[in-house]
């Protein structure tokens, strides 16, 4: 089991910035699939971006169109969300899973899940 813990929401005006922080705890974190999502009220929780911890592809939901990118450090056993450009209908709750490695963007493959950051974004 591993645990996640997101942190750098906030308000922020439509065109701003954010980077998000997903802190994992636990083995095995190299044998795990690691995934941001996000869900917006009443909406459906949503794939944004997701990759191998180590190694892969990073792969990215057509709604990013580049302004959103994953990077990991392994030394602080830490993922990040930067997110340039945002726009209202980025406001969400983000979410970081963990599934075994190579899961793609379906949110049943993911079983380990952080608390969530809400990210609000003002037009």
């Known amino acids: 089991q591993v645990q996640l813990a997101e942190s750098g929401g906030g308000l922020v005006q439509a065109g701003g910035s954010l980077r998000l922080a997903c802190l994992a705890k636990g083995r095995g974190l190299s044998s795990l699939a690691m995934g941001w999502f996000r869900q917006a009220p009443g909406k459906e929780r949503e794939f944004v971006a997701g990759?191998?911890?180590?190694?892969?592809?990073?792969k990215y939901a057509d709604f990013v169109k580049d302004r959103f990118t994953f990077s990991r450090d392994y030394i602080k056993s830490t993922l990040y969300l930067e997110m340039n450009d945002l726009e209202p209908d980025d406001t969400a709750i983000y979410y970081c899973?963990?599934?075994?490695?190579?899961?793609?963007?379906?949110?049943?493959?993911?079983?380990?899940w952080g608390q969530g950051t809400q990210v609000t974004v003002s037009s």
């Open positions: 990759t191998n911890w180590v190694g892969g592809n990073t």
């Open positions: 899973a963990a599934a075994k490695a190579g899961a793609g963007s379906a949110v049943a493959e993911y079983g380990d």
